[in-house]
């Protein structure tokens, strides 16, 4: 945790500088993501001295992002007909993750990325961006990247149609939030692991950022990933004969080390995405 430059895309460097903390500190994942290897790897934060409040409020923002989080888990449970509390086992341990991340300016912004296209591995992330703009999402119907437009004190939210939703300040210091909800569009917040446990009721879309000759651009998301031991499947009250399962179980902590160690390398091949975990014949 902290700070590094060298995080990989799909195999292409990033044009990003990232600061990375923990919510709960220490936060514990798999060693490896061999299925037999039981070991443990602790990971903690490692803080900068200074500026010397950063560390105190980065966690103020991050408890109230959580707290968010909790709620937005409840309004997605209900909107599947589950009980608002249905996912919260699921975070008991959870393994959210904040990111700071700075894009410098880009010389040559046509041939870098801020970030590869990609899917976040979080089940939600809450991103916050400045005006700067540079996210896109990549509309399923034709493959085209649409621009995120930023709006002042709002967070990014990823659900299913086209609707915009405003709500009142339930988050401290924040104001007024904003959802901006772009329909089969957008972006960043429900993702693989809404996926999966909707059987698809809910998609995760791709998203990238794209960086620019004159501005440097901030962005927060924190991702909101569950505890390393959940094993991440269709929920059974949503699959029956009629819509049967579309996603085989995958353990969570094994899936995202393994995302993980190939975000720092080269590879041969593509990293693990849940597609992998795609019931074929579906
Ligand atoms: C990410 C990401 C979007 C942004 O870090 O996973 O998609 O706008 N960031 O910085
Ligand atoms: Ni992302």
Redesign the pocket.
Known sequence: MGYHDSEHTKNVRDWKEVFDFLLQDPTFVPASPEPEDKEMRKLTNQWPENPPEFRAICQEYAQEVEKLSYKLLELISLSLGLPADRFNGYFKDHTAML?L?Y?PPCPCPDLAL??GR?K?ASAL?V?A?DDVG??QVKRKSDGEWIPVKPIPNTFIINVGDTIQVTMDSFLLNFGQVFLQLLGDTFS?LFHDILKVWSNELYESVE?R?VVNSERERF?I?TFFFPSHCVMVKPLEELVNEQNPAKYKEYNFGKFFVARNRSDYKKLQVENIQIDHFKISNN
């Open positions: 990111r991340n894009y801020g970030v990609h976040d992330t991103l961006q540079g996210l960043n998203h950022v962005s998301p």
